[in-house]
Nanobody, 125 residues
Framework: QVQLVESGGGLVQAGGSLRLSCAAS????????MAWFRQAPGKEREFVAA????????EYADSVKGRCTISRDNAKNTVYLQMNSLNPGDTAVYYC??????????????????WGQGTQVTVSS
């Protein structure tokens, strides 16, 4: 079973950038489809980005497309989310999730069996 630990969140002004990291242990990130979700207060957890276990396919939510990049470093067993042009609407707790290897990428949270504890991202206007 994989354990996930997110880091890299913080307070940033609108227009700024952050890079979130999701460090895995116990299993390798290439054993899973990996994704980033976020959850704002009073809202459901929503999909942000995902990368297929093979690295051959990547999906983004429309709200972050063109501003965020998901990537994976197998040597460091870590998944990243580079976020640029941040705005207050991006404020949320960001979670890293791992789903069983499938031929497709899921954008629903219930498909992801393993989660980290989350990292807070706050964007000030």
């Amino acid at each position: 079973q994989v354990q996930l630990v997110e880091s890299g969140g913080g307070l940033v002004q609108a227009g700024g950038s952050l890079r979130l990291s999701c460090a895995a242990s116990g299993r390798t990130v290439s054993d899973y489809n990996m994704a980033w979700f976020r959850q704002a207060p009073g809202k459901e957890r929503e999909f942000v980005a995902a990368i297929h276990w093979s690295g051959s396919n990547i999906e983004y939510a429309d709200s972050v497309k063109g501003r965020c990049t998901i990537s994976r470093d197998n040597a460091k067993n870590t998944v990243y989310l580079q976020m640029n042009s941040l705005n207050p609407g991006d404020t949320a707790v960001y979670y890293c999730g791992a789903a069983l290897r499938t031929s497709w990428i899921s954008i629903v949270a219930r498909a992801y069996l393993h989660w980290g504890q989350g990292t807070q991202v706050t964007v000030s206007s």
